[in-house]
């Protein structure tokens, strides 16, 4: 029997919500939109996300010439590109893989200085569990996702992780994909490279998580697009509460014939074990 959700999903100026119906087994939609329009692109685009036990989905990066891979999570709460340096001390980077801008013909220097804080406000001491900070400086390279090469993509090398979260992440850094008015150092976030590089059709980023306990159904994040293969239903546009974080106001979540009431909740990812 087909049953149905309520999430959030993200159009240009406003965000929106989209009643999707259950086609094989259960599944969890998101579609974020960017205040672009105009230019020539290409797309979509489909990457797969690896999915660690329904509660870490994260994807696969290339940074340099040649190639240097990266475990990222695709963030809709940041907007940098941020990936564990050569020189990354900190005991989360031991187990991590590690950017070498000498490896890199196509690598430039740019040495800024980036910290960035996620979750609640900066605490100092790392024993604090709610801790979750990068910090280092900025570089510039040639970034590929699927089959996306965006050039000239600034990101973050981290030398420090700080925050006890690193050490239980299976991925390596985070590739924000929320507007750019947040992003530190205002630095063009890679979502926004693609669009200005004319790499994509639609200034859309969707969704589709999977169940790791189901076969055959595998993750994946669509740019340029949205796969509607991965869902039945309409896709309802709402006024989005602020630009910055993905923030949308509605009254309720429904999945069957089960509803629960909100008070006015904004969340950057609605995520739900269903």
Known sequence: MKKSIILTAIAAGCSATAEIHRTSST?????????FTGLDR??????????????QYFATIQLGTPPQEFKVSLDTGSSNLCVPSLNCSSIA??????????????????????????????????????????AGFISEDIMKIGDLHVKMQDFAETTGKYGKVWEHVCFDGVLGLGHDIVAVNHIVPPFYNMINQGLLDEPVVSFYFGNSSAEDDESQATFGGIDRNCYEGEIVKLPMRRKGQ??????????GKETIKLNNTGTALTLARL
């Open 27 to 35: 599944r969890l939609s998101n579609v974020i939109q960017h205040p």
């Open 42 to 55: 290409k797309g979509p685009y489909h990457v797969p996300i690896e999915n660690y036990e329904n509660e």
């Open 93 to 134: 980077c031991r187990s991590s893989r590690k950017y070498d801008s000498s490896l890199s013909s196509s690598y430039k220097q740019n040495g800024t200085k980036f910290q960035i804080d996620y979750g609640p406000p900066p605490v100092q001491s790392d024993e604090d569990p709610k801790r979750s900070q990068l």
């Open 246 to 255: 993905w923030n949308v106001v509605f009254e309720a979540i429904t999945f």
